[in-house]
């Protein structure tokens, strides 16, 4: 059974950075694409980064230059560096993991993280 288990978010001001970090445990990690998602309050979870098994990134145009995702196979963690962090980036942030996709689809992931709360103020 995987389990997704990720790092408590927080506050930052406008402009800070924040770094989450997200560990698999019950499978091998190597063997799963990796992907963040957000979710804001009355608004649909959206797409926020993913990394592939071979370690290539994507990002949507609204957080590329902005966020980083990265993996240590070692550690069997994903990290999502936020820097110059707005106001519109407050949302629940999720990890994803999936054994055959990866990408921005959400549907192609079959194991999610409890979600964690990260608030940017003005």
């Known amino acids: 059974q995987v389990t997704l288990v990720e790092s408590k978010g927080g506050w930052v001001q406008a402009g800070g950075s924040l770094t989450l970090s997200c560990t698999l445990s019950g499978r091998t990690f190597s063997s799963y694409a990796m992907g963040w998602f957000r979710q804001a309050p009355g608004k649909e979870r959206e797409y926020v980064a993913g990394?592939?098994?071979?370690?290539?990134?994507d990002y949507p145009e609204s957080v590329k230059g902005r966020f980083t995702i990265a993996r240590d196979n070692a550690k069997s963690t994903a990290h999502l560096h936020m820097n110059s962090l707005k106001p519109e980036d407050t949302a629940v942030y999720y990890c994803?993991?999936?054994?055959?996709?990866?990408?921005?689809?959400?549907?192609?992931?079959?194991?999610w993280g409890q979600g964690t709360q990260v608030t940017v103020s003005s």
């Open positions: 990394i592939s098994w071979s370690g290539s990134t």
């Open positions: 994803a993991a999936s054994l055959d996709y990866s990408g921005s689809y959400l549907g192609g992931y079959q194991h």
